[in-house]
Each structure stands twice: as structure tokens, then as C-alpha cells.
Nanobody, 128 residues
Framework: QVQLAESGGGLVQAGGSLRLSCSASGRAFSSSVMGWFRQSPGKEREFVAA????????IYADSLKGRFTISRDNAKNTVYLQMNSLQPEDTAVYYC??????WGGGPKQAKQGAYDYWGQGTQVTVSS
């Protein structure tokens, strides 16, 4: 099993940056695909980014490329999401998720159903 806990959310002005962290417990972390999703009020949860267990494969939502960066440190059992040039439309609860099966390619890893474990989420609010 994998237990996930996000941190690093908060209130930031437009144009600012935040780095989210997702700490994992459980032996399966280092072999898991890790993903970030977000959910804004009144909207469905959407894919943000995913990274394979060694970091060799990374995908992003097209609309976020160039502003968001996903990374991981398996020695620390942590995955990160660096978010730059934040805009009010980035306001959402951000969730990390773990997929304990092998990397299945972009279309698979962008789907919520690929992930077995989810954190509770961390709120990010971007003011204009």
C-alpha cells in the first residue's frame, strides 16, 4: 500500500510560484508512477502531470506545459510539483496519486482510473 500526504499549498498572488510536495509511505512508492491532478470548484478533477518511477518518462497537461514541473526524489519518498507564473484559474485543490503498475504511456497516465492511491489534497488559491 501507499499512503500519500500533500503539502505546500496556500495563497499566492498572480504571477507567483508555489512548490507542492507529496510525501509517501510504503515500499511501493519508488516503483510507482506518480501523478498530480487538480479540481477547481464546480469542475471535474483534471490531470496535471505524471512521472514514471525513475523519472525517465514525464507528461503534462498541454495547457500547463512550461509553467509546471513535476519531479521526484525516491530516497525521500517524495514527489514535487513546481508551479510558476500562477494565474487565478490555477486555483484548485491539488491531489497527488500513485499508480503501482508500470508506466503505461501518456493516455493511460492522464486518466484518474490508472491510479490506485490518492492523497487528501492541498488547496492552492491564486489571487488576482
Amino acid at each position: 500500500q501507499v499512503q500519500l500526504a500533500e503539502s505546500g499549498g496556500g495563497l499566492v498572488q498572480a504571477g507567483g510560484s508555489l512548490r507542492l510536495s507529496c510525501s509517501a509511505s510504503g515500499r511501493a512508492f519508488s516503483s510507482s508512477v506518480m501523478g498530480w491532478f487538480r479540481q477547481s470548484p464546480g469542475k471535474e478533477r483534471e490531470f496535471v502531470a505524471a512521472i514514471s518511477w525513475r523519472g525517465a518518462s514525464i507528461i503534462y497537461a498541454d495547457s500547463l506545459k512550461g509553467r509546471f514541473t513535476i519531479s521526484r526524489d525516491n530516497a525521500k519518498n517524495t514527489v514535487y510539483l513546481q508551479m510558476n507564473s500562477l494565474q487565478p484559474e490555477d486555483t484548485a485543490v491539488y491531489y497527488c496519486a500513485a499508480d503501482t503498475s508500470p508506466w503505461g504511456g501518456g493516455p493511460k497516465q492522464a486518466k484518474q482510473g490508472a491510479y490506485d492511491y490518492w492523497g487528501q489534497g492541498t488547496q492552492v488559491t491564486v489571487s488576482s
